[in-house]
């Protein structure tokens, strides 16, 4: 039973351009979550999703920032014009049920850099 | 705003000793605990889950306290080895928005 998938899991981008981050849950499981990690701070939530569902974003930038998750394919989180600022490790998580019950389960994450 | 602290940023143990690891959270109330490892470059993976009315869970030389009078959890690896070194994150839950630590990082010197 394959993990969590991510991909890219490294992503150089220039100041201006958009960055697109994938992630494929564990099989059987319907409710992924984002989470960011900026250098030495601790992972923070951005945004939980269920297919075709966004249930909070509250933890997302409001602009340039968005997600997405399709009935068929994986996650994607879209940063539009990125800046250096938006450097930082991804992490994608997902869970069988909502997250308030269930452990979540992490990919390996995609470490965005802006140059 | 909700937090979750984990005082020391590093932690050098010798092999065999046990390693004991502090998380305190403040301005609320985590229905439950869990304690991620993270190895660099790596993901989390989640090891334990401890809930508010439980004081304490183990899993092989794993061992979790949970103090709702403290607001503190300690994470315990006995019999520590050099494989178990690596950061160590301490998260609140009890929503979907998990709440971290920045981590621990645990160096085990043979």
């Known amino acids: 039973n394959a993990g969590v998938m991510q991909n890219p899991r490294h992503l150089v981008r220039r100041r201006g351009q958009e960055a697109r981050l994938r992630c494929s849950p564990m099989?059987?499981?319907?409710?992924v979550y984002w989470y960011r990690q900026l250098p030495e701070e601790g992972l923070k939530f951005m945004v939980y999703?269920?297919?075709?569902?966004?249930?909070?974003e509250s933890g997302m930038p409001k602009e340039r920032f968005s997600a997405e998750f399709p009935k068929e394919g994986p996650s994607i989180l879209r940063i539009q014009q990125v800046v250096r600022g938006d450097s930082a490790a991804y992490f994608c998580a997902s869970s069988p049920g909502p997250g308030s019950q269930e452990t979540q389960y992490f990919g390996p994450g995609t470490r965005l850099l802006v140059l | 705003s909700q937090k979750i602290e984990q005082n020391s940023e590093a932690l050098n143990i010798q092999e065999g000793k046990t390693a004991t690891l502090t998380c305190n959270y403040t301005?609320?109330?985590?229905?439950?605990l869990q304690w991620y490892r993270q190895d660099p470059g790596r993901g989390p993976v989640f090891l334990l889950l401890?809930?508010?009315?439980?004081k304490e869970k183990r899993k092989e030389r794993l061992k979790v306290t949970f103090d709702t009078t403290l607001k503190q959890s300690l994470f315990h690896i006995t019999a520590s080895q050099p494989a178990d070194s690596a950061t160590y994150l301490c998260?609140?839950?009890?929503?979907?928005?998990?709440?971290f630590g920045k981590g621990t990082k645990l160096s085990v010197i043979p």
């Open positions: 301005n609320y109330s985590p229905a439950y």
């Open positions: 998260v609140g839950a009890g929503s979907y928005q998990l709440t």
């Open positions: 099989k059987g499981h319907s409710h």
């Open positions: 999703l269920q297919k075709e569902n966004i249930i909070d």
């Open positions: 401890i809930r508010e009315n439980e």
